[in-house]
């Protein structure tokens, strides 16, 4: 039932759409079967239990609700986790490497040849 006692059936029945489930799916809309609006999606993660949220589409307009909130298990996607984590361990790495090259900057007025650094340890262009 949504606000106002209607269901959501009577109302597309009567506006003639189509409604449709999703199987679970994660923030990047990992999971999803049907394209639906970005916007939707990240509305979704912020919305409580059973409100309708809309959001317009190429060619359609959206609305849609959650029905059952599912935690994510690290367990459950351990290819997903690995390459979250080499992207967080390399995100580290970089800040530290220009917190350092700032800091040698400031202090002692030395610059880094980013590109021979590269060079020295075999880096292709992943570094800014």
Do not use: C, W
């Amino acid at each position: 039932q949504l606000k106002g006692g209607k269901s959501l059936q009577s109302i597309a029945e009567r506006m003639k759409a189509r409604i449709s489930k999703t199987k679970p799916f994660d923030r990047t809309g990992q999971g999803l079967e049907m394209e639906i609006p970005g916007e939707l999606v990240q509305n979704l993660f912020s919305a409580e239990k059973r409100v309708a949220l809309s959001a317009p589409g190429i060619g359609a307009h959206f609305i849609a609700r959650v029905r059952e909130i599912k935690a994510a298990g690290a367990g459950t996607d351990k290819q997903g986790v690995d390459a979250i984590r080499q992207q967080i361990g390399a995100g580290i790495g970089n800040d530290l490497t220009d917190g350092l090259a700032s800091a040698l900057q400031a202090r002692l007025g030395v610059t880094i040849d980013r590109a021979a650094v590269n060079a020295y340890f075999n880096i292709d262009d992943r570094a800014p």
